[in-house]
Nanobody, 127 residues
Framework: QVKVVESGGGLVQAGGSLRVSCTTS????????MAWFRQIPGKDREIVSG????????RYADSVKGRFTISRDNAKNTVTLQMNDLKPEDTAMYYC????????????????????WGQGTQVTVSS
């Protein structure tokens, strides 16, 4: 059984930093690309960042470039999103997505292309 569990969200003031992490089990982590999506009520889930199976390639949405950094540790089955200089518009539920490296790109935007999802972790940035 595949499990995907996010952690690390919370409340922070604008300009601050947060780190969200995602740990998986029940799959061969190094066979999968990983990504972070976010969603606010009433809007579509949007991709924030993706990292390929080996960690050698990363991609970011324009809105977070230069502020967010994605990384992974294949020995610990973990992917992390470091978020710096947070803005109120970064407020959202953040979801970890897992997708087979053989079938999709590092930053595939289509929600349905990703195979497994976590339950989400809330990030709230106050102004």
């Amino acid at each position: 059984q595949v499990k995907v569990v996010e952690s690390g969200g919370g409340l922070v003031q604008a300009g601050g930093s947060l780190r969200v992490s995602c740990t998986t089990s029940g799959l061969t982590f190094a066979d999968y690309h990983m990504a972070w999506f976010r969603q606010i009520p009433g809007k579509d889930r949007e991709i924030v960042s993706g990292i390929n199976y080996s960690g050698s390639s990363t991609r970011y949405a324009d809105s977070v470039k230069g502020r967010f950094t994605i990384s992974r540790d294949n020995a610990k089955n973990t992917v992390t999103l470091q978020m710096n200089d947070l803005k109120p518009e970064d407020t959202a539920m953040y979801y970890c997505a897992v997708g087979p490296a053989a079938r999709l790109g590092t930053c595939t935007r289509s929600v349905t292309s990703w195979s497994y999802w976590g339950q989400g972790t809330q990030v709230t940035v106050s102004s």
